[in-house]
């Protein structure tokens, strides 16, 4: 199918046969690893990190050196596009993004233009052309987005949030004004993924942090439609090769169906719903992904090894398509050793449902 050396993560999402588990870590490449420290240290800031091709590569890559892992995730952030609009991320030490210019009202909205992937994102293509090339095909890149959604409540709030206050009041009183700031962020996502595609990701997933804080009526409108949008206006094959996509919705297990109705490749999961249920409700519409709670991860190895093995037996012998993964990202005082006890048992304890 393609020329890599360990294509299992895209034989998963495409509900092929593999010879154990794929499995890989969401914010994988982090403040986790003392080498990343370094090398952030080195760029100077986040955003210098992710707008320097050599660096960002260097740190993508830099889990793959500690852990078996089966795919690289670029190494970019989701805001990207919102600082690409003029909205002017910057990071405050200990606190999280922010935006010098949030978005409050419909003059704003009609302001933003829809950034060149190659133009004002071109860093971000770079970075990508600079993993495929350092990756040499050992395993496949994933390329990634933020939801419409989860960039909006940024880019109004102005910064990460509990309440998300002015995004639900603008989508109470002038819901117009956010459906226009949502479907511009789509157009963009979608040139932004398929630029990223072009550029040599194997695999496109989207991040929906966010998603989980809203009704299931508004969830339909204000997040899924978009996502919804994106997925039928990807490339979805490259190159003659398919490019999976993968959707996860933070705390979005009970819409799981209305997700995988999209037409997206696989589902992510977080780790508030039982792979079991969640499989027996997809079938083999969507492979999986997920969904051990990164917490587990301060625990005993042992008991890291008797999770994995707890959700591999849940997930069972199929062939409708399981990447492993942590339910959202490891977090960033988490033993390195202990994501090796975690990535090993995978790949061992899986064996034997793929026989
Ligand atoms: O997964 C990977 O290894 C790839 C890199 C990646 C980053 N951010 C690097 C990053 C990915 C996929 C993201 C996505 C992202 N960014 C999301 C969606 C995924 C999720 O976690 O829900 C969100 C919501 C963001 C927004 C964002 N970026 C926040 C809230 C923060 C601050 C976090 C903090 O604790 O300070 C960032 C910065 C960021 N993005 C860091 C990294 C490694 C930390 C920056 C640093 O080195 O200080």
């Known amino acids: 199918m393609t020329t890599l050396k360990n294509d299992r993560y895209l034989r998963a999402l495409l509900k092929q046969p593999v010879d154990c588990t794929p499995v890989w870590m969401m914010r994988q490449a982090g403040r986790y690893l003392p080498e990343y420290r370094a090398t952030r240290a080195k760029a100077g800031d986040f955003m210098s990190l992710c707008k320097n091709a050599e660096l960002a ?56 233009g829809n950034p060149d992937p190659e133009g004002e994102l071109q860093y971000v293509m770079n970075a990508v052309r600079q993993i495929r090339k350092d990756l040499q095909g050992e395993v496949p890149l994933i390329g990634f987005s933020g939801s419409p959604w989860t960039l909006a409540t940024y880019m109004v709030e102005g910064g990460s949030s509990k309440a998300f206050t002015k995004i639900k009041k603008m989508m109470y009183a002038d819901p117009a004004t956010l459906h226009s700031l949502l479907d511009k962020l789509a157009d963009s996502v979608i040139d932004y993924l398929n630029a990223q595609i072009q550029a040599g990701a194997q695999s496109v997933m989207i991040f929906d942090t966010w998603g989980g804080v809203l009704t299931p009526r508004d969830y339909e409108q204000f997040s899924l439609q978009y996502m919804h949008k994106i997925v ?8 003659g090769v398919p490019v999976p996509v993968t959707l996860f919705t933070k705390n979005g297990g009970m819409w799981l169906e209305k997700i995988a109705a999209t037409g997206c490749d696989a589902v992510g999961l977080d780790w508030t719903i039982n792979i079991t249920d969640a499989k027996a409700r997809v079938g083999d519409k969507v492979a999986l992904q997920g969904n051990m709670d990164p917490s587990i991860l301060y625990a005993p190895q042992e008991r890291i090894r008797e999770e994995v093995a707890a959700i591999l037996d849940g997930f069972g012998h199929s062939n409708t398509g399981h990447v492993f993964n942590l339910g959202h990202g490891i977090h960033l005082d988490v033993p390195p050793e202990n994501a090796g006890v975690f990535v090993d048992s995978v790949h061992e304890l899986s064996r034997k449902y793929h026989k």
């Open 57 to 112: 590569s260097e740190v993508t890559l830099q889990p793959l050196k500690r852990f078996p892992l089966d795919a690289a995730i670029l190494f970019s952030d989701i805001l990207t596009i919102p600082d690409a609009m003029g909205l002017g991320l910057y990071f405050e030490a200990g606190e999280g993004p922010k935006f010098r210019s949030p978005i409050a009202r419909k003059a704003d909205v009609d302001k933003i």
């Open 232 to 239: 039928e206006g990807l490339n979805r094959v490259h190159e």
